[in-house]
Nanobody, 121 residues
């Protein structure tokens, strides 16, 4: 089955940058929308950014102008370039991908385990 693995998290100072990657592995026939979510301590998980298979993007207002989502369809990988990081960006970042299920003839959402991003001086 399909699994997603995130990487690139870590500790960064305010104003710094990080690049997160999420690679889907397994029997991948196609992926539709892929996205990044985050959950800060004591808060609900929120959508950060998403990108369709055609490259259309959507961002949360809190990250517009600072984060950029991109994807490499050949590698079944989605990226999140995070610039001008703020302490409030501290969270566990998880990726999600809609993966085509041949058995069910529909897309299924698959989640990664998450990677921790800590923004602190």
């Amino acid at each position: 089955q399909v699994q997603l693995v995130e990487s690139g998290g870590g500790l960064v100072q305010p104003g710094g940058s990080l690049r997160l990657s999420c690679a889907a592995s397994g029997r991948i026939f196609s992926t539709n929308t892929m996205g990044w979510y985050r959950q800060a301590p004591g808060k609900q998980r929120e959508s950060v950014a998403s990108i369709t298979s055609g490259g259309s993007t959507n961002y949360a207002d809190s990250v517009k102008g600072r984060f950029t989502i991109s994807r490499d369809n050949a590698k079944n990988t989605v990226y999140l370039q995070m610039n001008s990081l703020k302490p409030e960006d501290t969270a566990v970042y998880s990726c999600n991908a809609e993966v085509w299920s041949v058995a069910l003839s529909r897309y299924l959402g698959v989640w990664g385990q998450g990677t921790l991003v800590t923004v602190s001086s």
